[in-house]
């Protein structure tokens, strides 16, 4: 039966350009669309800028504007790069809107009216140059635990434990390069625990519907181990935000009004069809008996527990439905690493724009995107050859090879009828192709495509084995020419049909020049017969690899550029909005760059240290003999040591995400810190750290030593 759904992509913060990163959050959500209402279905879309937060109020300030001014030109950009994207929603607004502050104070209300907020006072770090509180990723210090320097003040990047900002050693503030000072201020709560037997019923109730992806509930259920705390959900001034109604310089945090951006939006495309011919109800979509209609999330991994956790937990405590299905992705690499700027593989949608067809990036994505949270790699080389081959060589090549004969010999006309050895084999692959419509409300793209390319793999070898330019020697094979043409036209206009939400603008020009424009997959059913077509005019180019070289090196150009006078490159305030961007999270992506983070923005290096201190580490060879995944982490991975005269060592290291096959590391050498305080942890007891050379994430190597070390051996 026919559903109506409304469909939301995760919010790009209004601070900087849509980039590649960006890109696959979108395409995803709009191919989902498309694919969704050709199957039938009545789809809304809708989307918004986040424009909220710190780095929005510092980055106005240092432009000199205010910070409207800045929030309205970078929507125009958004939307520009996105459109052109092929990228299609019925409304995208801006989180700033007086419809979300109308329904983000009518939320509020009501969790205060039903019980759901509680204020007391906390502590928090000040900074006395700019005078305003920091919010923990706008500071920095030595991590408590591992003593790495320059970590944010909520988590260590090197070792992976969290911690309260209040612990970091010789804390900075990001903002100014001050030392902050500790200072009081009361701040609101919503208390989640309220909602704990409600969010887990609701979990598992998701995932048995598969509306959430079963590692998404695993991974949520370690926040239930200890119960859910109370949510901070206020900041104090100076901040850019909706004010707290009745609290003079308490503002919203970003992540109450974000969320609540989604069903704001949706509100506006209400009130633009009010009137008209199809109206929309508001309410339809939101009360919490809604059960004829859907709402469905698309966002990246890093911001699962917003999604998931609290928004469903406002909604609740505010009298509203609950999202129908949270579907997340993974992150974005590019050549098996993070996103470079140095290296010119952090790409700015524009630059990509500029040389290449937006088309081709979003078919390599399907060919790569599947229901899972796997990082999705941009392999260059890959993306070129899968360009070349499938959507050139295979797909657009059918008609290339056919269309001219058809013009030349039969007036441009298909013929009336298909023998019914044709007729069986359109209907064949018609059956195959439809099992395309279930890959694709599954979100399993790749196997869409997979299916697709074996069609169209037949219909070449349909093609190369009736040799058309042969028959068309043949003027007493004239018949049987216009049978191979007719069929294989019909293969292409198949596969155009099904690759039209992936390729849309692409697929417009093919079925142009089919003289077609159906906006059903069922319209695939029957074959094209009797029909006019025009003249073939090239659909698609294969990649010059020096297009891509050259979206590189203006990718390196750009940063270049922004290295001279220009708004500081600011950390984002908790891992929100801003840091939904679906790269690979890493430093290029969230620490400030020395070369744009402005004048009065101290960056310390490397602290110098005696030889005493060095010599106070006991650095140690040891043997991995155990490694392992730890269950209900997505970092950790377990190892057991032979530590030689020092006997066995359990150690968890964060490195899970560059060594993806655990097994591999039994037997190999590692050197590890054997004096390090034990610290207990959730999953058992860590007795030292093992070295690795990287920026983390993927990018961790672990160091090794030369042949004839032995465990034990110290490290000198």
């Not at 001034?237 to 970003?254: C, L, N, R, S, T």
């Not at 995107?369 to 081959?389: C, H, M, Q, W, Y």
């Not at 695939?524 to 590189?552: N, S, W, Y």
């Not at 290096?605 to 140690?620: E, Q, T």
Request: glycine fraction near 8%; aromatic fraction near 10%.
């Amino acid at each position: 039966m026919p559903r109506e759904i409304l469909v939301t992509s995760a919010l790009p913060y209004a601070n900087g350009a849509i980039h590649l990163g960006h890109i696959v959050e979108h395409v995803q959500s709009d191919l989902w669309v498309r694919a969704m209402r050709m199957a039938g279905h009545k789809v809304h879309y809708v989307c918004a800028d986040d424009a909220h937060g710190t780095s929005i109020m510092l980055r106005a300030e240092h432009e000199g504007i205010m910070p409207q001014a800045l929030i309205e030109g970078v929507w125009k950009q958004h939307t520009a790069d996105l459109s052109d994207f092929g990228v299609r929603y019925d409304h995208y607004s801006t989180t700033d809107s007086a419809a979300n502050r109308e329904l983000t104070y009518q939320i509020w209300r009501a969790l205060e009216k039903n019980g759901h907020v509680e204020s007391r006072p906390v502590k928090q770090l000040f900074d006395p140059e700019r005078q305003m509180f920091l919010p923990d990723r706008f500071i920095k210090g030595e991590c408590p635990v591992c003593h790495s320097k320059d970590q944010y003040g909520d988590a260590c990047e090197a070792c992976g434990s969290t911690y309260n900002p209040m612990d970091l050693i010789e804390p900075y503030s990001v903002v100014s390069g001050a030392k902050p000072v500790e200072r009081e201020s009361r701040h609101f709560f919503v208390k989640l625990a309220d909602f704990e037997v409600l969010l887990k019923s609701w979990l598992e109730e998701r995932r048995a519907a598969g509306g959430l992806q079963s590692e998404v509930v695993n991974k949520l259920q370690e926040w239930f181990a200890d119960g859910l705390r109370s949510w901070d959900v206020s900041r104090d001034a100076p901040y850019f935000g909706f004010e707290i109604p009745d609290q003079p310089g308490k503002y919203f945090y970003v992540w109450v009004d974000a969320p609540i951006g989604y069903l704001a939006a949706f509100k506006e495309l209400c009130e633009s069809k009010r009137g008209g011919l199809t109206p929309l109800d508001f309410e339809r979509f939101t009360r919490v008996d809604a059960d004829d209609t859907e709402l469905v999330h698309f966002i990246g991994k890093d911001i699962i527990y917003f999604h998931t956790l609290f928004w469903p937990a406002m909604l609740h405590g505010a009298g509203l439905r609950m999202p129908t299905a949270v579907n997340v992705h993974g992150f974005l690499t590019v050549d098996g690493a993070k996103m470079s700027k140095s290296r010119g593989t952090f790409v700015n949608a524009r630059t990509y724009l500029d040389h290449l067809d937006a088309d081709y990036l979003r078919y390599y994505l399907a060919s790569m995107l599947g229901p899972t949270l796997a990082d999705i790699d941009l392999d260059l080389k890959a993306f070129e050859e899968r360009v070349n081959s499938h959507l050139v060589g295979k797909w657009v090549n059918i008609a290339s090879r056919c269309a001219g004969f058809v013009h030349k010999h039969f007036d441009g006309k298909l013929a009336e009828e298909l023998p019914a050895a044709e007729r069986a084999r359109y209907a064949a692959a018609a059956e195959k192709l439809a099992a395309c419509a279930a890959l694709y409300e599954s979100r399993d793209y790749a196997a869409a495509m997979r299916t697709i390319i074996e069609v169209a793999d037949e219909a070449n070898a349909y093609v190369a084995e009736h040799a058309p330019w042969v028959l068309a020697k043949d003027q007493s094979r004239r018949d049987e020419l216009h049978v191979v043409l007719t069929l294989a036209l019909n293969y292409f206009r198949l596969l155009t049909i099904w690759l039209t939400p992936v390729v849309p603008a692409t697929a417009v020009r093919a079925l142009a020049f089919l003289g077609d424009a159906p906006d059903r997959f069922d319209a695939a059913l029957m074959p094209l017969l009797g029909h006019a077509i025009e003249p073939f005019q090239p659909l698609a180019t294969r990649i010059d690899p020096k297009q891509v070289a050259a979206m590189i090196e203006a990718s390196k150009e750009s940063l270049q550029v922004s290295s001279n006078p220009s708004p500081p490159i600011l950390p984002v305030e908790g891992e929100g909005p801003k840091a939904r961007a679906s790269a690979s999270p890493g430093p290029e992506s969230r620490v400030p760059d020395p070369g744009s983070s402005g004048p009065g923005v101290r960056v310390p290096g490397p602290d110098v240290i005696s030889i005493d201190d060095f010599a106070k580490l006991d650095l140690r060879i040891a043997r991995v003999d155990v490694c392992e995944f730890v269950e209900g982490s997505d970092k950790l991975l377990r190892f057991e040591l032979d530590a030689g005269e020092l006997g066995r060592r359990q150690i968890f290291s964060g490195i899970k995400a560059a060594y993806p096959e655990p097994s591999e590391l039994v037997g190999r050498n590692v050197v590890f810190i054997a004096n390090l305080a034990p610290r207990k942890m959730r999953f058992g007891l860590s007795e030292g750290m093992i070295l690795s050379a990287g920026i983390g994430g993927n990018s961790l190597f672990l160091l090794d030593v030369d042949p004839g070390a032995t465990p034990g051996m110290p490290v000198k």
